[in-house]
């Protein structure tokens, strides 16, 4: 069974930071890509970040981009979202998932497995 976990979330001032982990079990990391999504209450699950595993590359929305910095520890099936410059809209719950095509989409529907989510609060 495939199992992922997220972890790092809190509660931080608007500037600060935040690393997110999605700790990965009941698969091999090799040949997936992860996605980070993040949903804000009343709003639609969006795509966040992405790392394709097998070569490293990375892939960010444009509000996060030069902010946000994904990658992974393969190794320990490990993912991490280092979150810089964090803002009150950066709210939200993050998830993060797995693409067994190793893609790294934005499009949810090409995510298999999905963890719990962690909730991240920037307060102004």
């Known amino acids: 069974e495939v199992q992922l976990v997220e972890s790092g979330g809190g509660l931080v001032q608007a500037g600060g930071s935040l690393r997110l982990s999605c700790a990965g079990s009941?698969?091999?990391?090799?040949?997936?890509?992860i996605g980070w999504f993040r949903q804000a209450p009343g709003k639609e699950r969006e795509w966040v970040s992405s790392?394709?595993?097998?070569?490293?590359?990375?892939y960010y929305e444009d509000s996060v981009k030069g902010r946000f910095t994904t990658s992974s520890d393969n190794a320990k099936n490990t993912v991490y979202m280092q979150m810089n410059s964090l803002n009150p809209e950066d709210t939200a719950v993050y998830y993060c998932?797995?693409?067994?095509?190793?893609?790294?989409?934005?499009?949810?529907?090409?995510?298999?497995?999905w963890g719990q989510g962690t909730q991240v609060t920037v307060s102004s």
């Open positions: 009941g698969l091999t990391f090799d040949g997936y890509a």
């Open positions: 790392i394709s595993l097998g070569d490293g590359r990375t």
């Open positions: 998932a797995a693409d067994y095509g190793g893609w790294g989409t934005s499009w949810k529907c090409d995510y298999e497995s």
